[in-house]
């Protein structure tokens, strides 16, 4: 096959690598790759249409597919293996050097890009590769990554950094309401900035004497580890400075009653008995159970105390369900369905293991109890995350005051 026959071929690659970029690019680039898709488009369809006609068809054809193919194939691993862009900050501070008394309560969560970033996601991917997890075939990621950002475009962008901001602000006027005016606050994140080792480094430099990191998870999982080998990976105790961790809020009956509360407030006139409660857990793959057990046993223990507690409220055993909303079944649509056929009057569900409002609570979650077969007028009440209630700021600095002296 002559040269100009494989022209075809490499605008087909081109084309492809384009359109992945359109696909998962941040918002502010569409216009400008979606331009590329079709300069290349119209160059793809002007070289098939001067080499058709030379009597080779079928295999200029076969040569095109196999360029689409391609430059797919090539965009999608260049995505997969985009570096994190995160810098830590300059650790100041001499190994010795004394500091100043007060202790840093670094507040640990799991966080989420307030516009559509990619990053995090690719992150995940490359975890679920190394422990050979199946989960978004390959060429299918662009397609996944796509679809989280037409969620965030949907939902007008993630206040989950903002409300955990919120939730930060609240704790430390707790502390300070009870006399404390020495404890410094700083906000950290695994999936945004600032992460967790930079928040050490930045009390560090402040002089913190002892670092609390309140780790605001419901279960010990690969997100709590990572966090701490994160911060570990300091060798603080080079500074002679102790690190203590709260652990997550599995265990604490604080924020068990937080649900209860709001299932009371969203009654408005109806009698519990006719109230459906699904309590929809995050969930990980099976394989992650192997190595780390506590992320499912936590949130099981987590709802079942829930649970035990809204049976007490009055509500009915036989109307509270149980779901996941990814990697374990039964998902949410079964259970909803259920309730629509026992006659029930609403059903109330809780995003049991977001913290602050997320993508997850706010289009996830919905979107599959959105797709239940029960008639439109069923009510179907989105509860919402953790978010700035009192007692879950209380429950976080119960946490807190159980490592402090």
């Not at 502010?28 to 030379?54: M, Y």
């Not at 965009?75 to 100041?92: C, F, I």
């Not at 996601?121 to 679809?147: A, S």
């Not at 977001?354 to 797709?371: C, F, N, Q, T």
Request: charged share 20%; hydrophobic share 45%; glycine share 6%.
């Amino acid at each position: 096959m002559s040269p100009i026959a494989l022209t075809p071929m490499l605008f087909a690659l081109l084309l492809s690598y384009a359109l992945v970029n359109v696909l998962t690019c941040i918002p502010r680039r569409i216009g400008l790759n979606l331009t590329f898709v079709f300069f290349c488009l119209f160059a793809l369809a002007a070289s098939l249409f001067t080499t058709l006609p030379d009597g080779k068809g079928l295999v200029t054809i076969v040569f095109t597919l196999m360029g689409l193919l391609a430059g797919w194939g090539l965009a999608t691993q260049l995505l997969m293996v985009r570096p994190d862009p995160r810098k830590l900050p300059q650790l100041v501070r001499d190994p010795g050097a004394p500091g100043n008394g007060h202790i840093a309560v670094v507040y640990f969560a799991h966080g989420e890009p307030e516009e559509y970033n990619p990053i995090g996601w690719i992150n995940q991917f490359r975890e679920f590769d190394q422990h050979k997890i199946r989960f978004i075939p390959f060429f299918l990621r662009p397609v996944f990554l796509f679809k989280l950002r037409q969620k965030y475009l949907h939902s007008g962008g993630s206040d989950h950094a903002g409300m955990h901001q919120k939730m930060i602000d609240l704790l430390e006027q707790s502390f300070r309401s009870q006399g404390d005016t020495t404890t410094h606050f700083y906000l950290s994140f695994l999936d945004d900035e600032p992460h967790p080792d930079a928040a050490v480094i930045q009390a560090l430099n402040d002089g913190a004497s002892r670092i609390v990191v309140a780790e605001v998870f419901l279960t010990v999982s690969n997100h709590t580890t990572e966090g701490e080998e994160q911060i570990k990976k300091l060798e603080v105790d080079k500074y002679g400075i102790p690190v203590d961790f709260t652990g997550p809020l599995w265990d604490s009956t604080t924020l068990m009653d937080v649900f209860v509360k709001r299932a009371d407030a969203s009654l408005d006139g109806t009698p519990r008995e006719k109230v459906g409660i699904l309590l929809v857990g995050h969930g990980q793959p099976d394989e992650w159970d192997q190595e780390f057990p506590t992320e499912t046993e936590h949130e099981n223990q987590f709802r079942q105390g829930i649970c035990d507690r809204l049976v007490k409220a009055g509500y009915l055993q036989e109307n509270i369900a149980m779901a996941w909303m990814e990697f374990k079944d039964p998902r949410p649509t079964a259970a909803v369905e259920i309730f629509h056929q026992k006659g029930l009057e609403k059903v109330l569900y809780f995003p049991t293991a977001i913290s602050a409002d997320a993508i997850h609570s706010v289009a996830d979650i919905p979107e599959l109890v959105g797709k239940a077969k029960v008639p439109a007028s069923f009510p179907r009440l989105n509860m919402g995350a953790w978010n700035d209630d009192p007692q879950v700021i209380q429950a976080i600095k119960e946490k807190i005051d159980a490592v402090m002296p």
